[in-house]
């Protein structure tokens, strides 16, 4: 499980960096719901650390803004 979770956020990461955030949204999607399929035995935590994550790989890269106003 640990390989395939490796090889997919890598392929999305990849794909991010290619076509931009946009056009990877439902590879996101995607990988959320294979991470919580199988009643959540994946890796039941990893949805939202995904997600927190990616939102701030975003900021830091400049990609996403953060307007608190």
Same mark, same amino acid.
Not at 23 to 48: M, V
């Given at each position: 499980?640990? *390989?395939?979770?490796?090889?997919?956020?890598?392929?999305?990461?990849?794909?991010?960096?290619?076509? *931009?955030?946009?056009?990877?949204?439902?590879?996101? *999607?995607?990988?959320?719901?294979?991470?919580?399929?199988?009643?959540?035995?994946?890796?039941? *935590?990893?949805?939202?650390?995904?997600?927190?994550?990616?939102?701030?790989? !975003?900021?830091?890269? !400049?990609?996403?803004?953060?307007?608190?106003?």
């Amino acid at each position: 499980i640990a *390989g395939q979770l490796q090889t997919r956020a890598a392929a999305i990461v990849e794909t991010i960096e290619t076509v *931009g955030w946009t056009q990877s949204e439902s590879l996101l *999607g995607d990988f959320d719901f294979w991470l919580r399929s199988d009643s959540n035995r994946r890796n039941h *935590g990893a949805p939202a650390d995904l997600i927190a994550a990616t939102l701030l790989v !975003g900021i830091l890269r !400049g990609q996403l803004s953060w307007d608190l106003d």
